[in-house]
């Protein structure tokens, strides 16, 4: 059973309906209204930003998730070949010195602290520094 439709009027200036009538065949709609109701429907997706795959093409909406989701799984690789890396320079420094417990905490708490403050942007230049004015 079709959806009743409701009459609405609507004014707009002379040229306007020209678009419409050229239009209304490159969009595969049957008629003027549907091709109306079709605009409308897309303006308001856009305007409200909310369903951004009402007004994209479904090509560019694939694309931009693929690219993403691609960027996602780069980085998540780069992470764990990071840490397989800084565990291995972890055990070579661990194997090589003998480093108290206690300093180990306080080093820890230290370098978090660090973190925190700098946002993660930190240079050995800086950790060199932190070593002369005392570990």
């Known amino acids: 059973m079709p959806r009743e439709k409701i009459k609405f009027t609507l004014r707009m200036f002379p040229e306007t309906p020209q678009p419409v009538k050229d239009m209304c065949p490159q969009d595969n709609c049957q008629t003027q209204n549907e ?9 308001a997706g856009y305007v409200s930003g909310q369903n951004a795959c009402g007004f994209l093409p479904a090509a560019l909406t694939a694309a931009l998730r693929s690219t ?7 980085v998540c690789r780069s992470l ?5 890396e800084l565990d291995m320079v972890m055990n ?3 194997a090589g010195m003998e480093i108290p417990q206690l300093d180990l905490d ?3 708490g230290r370098c978090g602290r660090d973190i925190k403050s700098t ?7 800086d950790a060199a520094d932190g070593q002369k004015g005392g570990a």
């Not at 993403?68 to 780069?74: F, I, P, Q």
């Not at 946002?119 to 230049?125: D, E, I």
């Open 35 to 43: 091709f109306i109701e079709t605009v409308i429907r897309f303006y």
């Open 68 to 74: 993403v989701h691609d960027s996602g799984n780069r």
């Open 80 to 84: 764990f070949k990071l840490a397989v």
């Open 92 to 94: 070579v420094l661990a």
């Open 106 to 108: 306080h080093l820890q």
């Open 119 to 125: 946002n993660g942007s930190v240079s050995l230049k």
